[in-house]
Nanobody, 128 residues
């Protein structure tokens, strides 16, 4: 059974950076899509980025391009989300999710309904 655990969230000032980690256990991430979602208070969960663990293909929500970078370390069964130039509107609980398969550069892969496995989330708060 695949389990996901996120970490790396925290309180950061505007303009700062964070690197979130999503560690998988129970399976080897050889052919999975790992996506990052976020949910701000009172808002719907939003997919921000995903990566194919097989070949590293990535896809980003347009509004985060240039500030968010998703990457993987297959040896550590871990996917990262680097967030730079943090803004108050980035404040949210960030979740990682997994689906067996590969990614095509299509917004379909940022839909939360297609993912089978979820972590518990990590809080990111951007405030001065």
């Amino acid at each position: 059974q695949l389990q996901l655990v996120e970490s790396g969230g925290g309180l950061v000032q505007p303009g700062g950076s964070l690197r979130l980690s999503c560690v998988a256990s129970g399976v080897t991430l050889d052919y999975y899509i790992i996506a990052w979602f976020r949910q701000a208070p009172g808002k719907k969960r939003e997919g921000v980025s995903c990566i194919a663990t097989e070949d590293g293909t990535t896809y980003y929500l347009d509004s985060v391009k240039g500030r968010f970078t998703i990457s993987k370390d297959n040896a550590k069964n871990t996917v990262f989300l680097q967030i730079d130039n943090l803004k108050p509107e980035d404040t949210a609980v960030y979740y990682c999710a997994a689906l067996r398969g590969t990614v095509y550069r299509d917004p379909y892969y940022l839909r939360d309904t297609i993912y089978d496995y979820w972590g518990q989330g990590t809080q990111v708060t951007v405030s001065s």
